[in-house]
């Protein structure tokens, strides 16, 4: 389970969860997309899938996720799955619902989490139960200490800071994965067009992903070509 998370919004992280989720799928690997931004939730619109769904607290949200919609069609090998926010989130425990779905999700599935910006107790919630953490950030100096905050919260909860992001940016600012403590998979540009009809954003979330999955040939031969 791989949360997708960054000190502030509008940074791209539920285009991020959304193309990841795509690049997997073409590859073959199932994909659960959640949204765990219950009180701005966006991932189903993106997907064009409800904003929001009815299931249960608890482990009952598994058998929730195995019946999320199916989303995303094209020329995916594998369906891509989208787990809206709940109805009526307040009832909800966070911790309890990620905790589930990070424990029950069949282990061949690639759970991508949309998180919250910040470091409250609703943004930590996916973070502390994911394997790993996904920083996104701007190349601007605020948003890129917002998200060295974010990377320590990670680390504090025990969960390994897998890489980050640049976004609206074609170059990585001198000193960013020293500041954040881990390296930087990808810079994503600045776009005029939407991003999920982009061809720059699906070769940078394909760079991404191989980036996380460790093909740096990869990764290597696109920034050169």
Same mark, same amino acid.
């Given at each position: ?45 993106? =997907?064009?899938?409800? &904003? ?5 607290? /608890? *482990?009952? @949200?598994?058998? $929730? ?9 094209g020329d995916a090998r594998e369906p891509v799955r989208v787990l809206p926010a709940p109805e009526r989130p307040a009832e909800r425990d966070p911790g309890r619902v990620f905790r589930a779905i990070a ?6 599935t690639a759970v991508l989490v949309d998180c919250p910006a910040g470091a409250a107790p609703d943004a930590v919630a996916p973070v502390r139960a994911a394997d790993r953490a996904l920083l996104l950030s ?13 990377? =320590?919260?990670?680390? &504090? ?5 897998? /890489? *980050?992001? @640049?976004?609206? $940016? ?56």
């Amino acid at each position: 389970m791989l949360s997708i998370t960054g000190g502030k919004g509008g940074t791209g992280k539920t285009t991020t969860t959304l193309g990841l989720a795509r690049v997997f799928a073409a590859r073959g690997r199932p994909v659960l997309a959640v949204d765990a931004d219950w009180d701005l939730p966006d991932l189903g619109a993106l =997907a064009g899938v409800p &904003r929001r769904t009815a299931f249960p607290d /608890g *482990a009952g @949200v598994v058998d $929730a996720a195995r019946d999320a919609t199916e989303a995303v069609p094209g020329d995916a090998r594998e369906p891509v799955r989208v787990l809206p926010a709940p109805e009526r989130p307040a009832e909800r425990d966070p911790g309890r619902v990620f905790r589930a779905i990070a424990a029950e999700t069949d282990a061949g599935t690639a759970v991508l989490v949309d998180c919250p910006a910040g470091a409250a107790p609703d943004a930590v919630a996916p973070v502390r139960a994911a394997d790993r953490a996904l920083l996104l950030s701007e190349a601007c100096t605020a948003s890129l200490r917002d998200a060295a905050k974010i990377a =320590a919260v990670a680390r &504090r909860v025990d969960t390994p800071v897998a /890489g *980050a992001v @640049v976004t609206r $940016a074609t170059v990585v600012p001198s000193g960013v994965g020293d500041l954040l403590g881990c390296r930087v998979v990808a810079c994503v540009p600045r776009l005029d067009e939407p991003a999920t009809a982009s061809r720059r954003a699906r070769s940078a979330h394909r760079e991404i992903a191989d980036g996380l999955t460790g093909d740096r040939e990869s990764v290597k031969s696109r920034r050169t070509a």
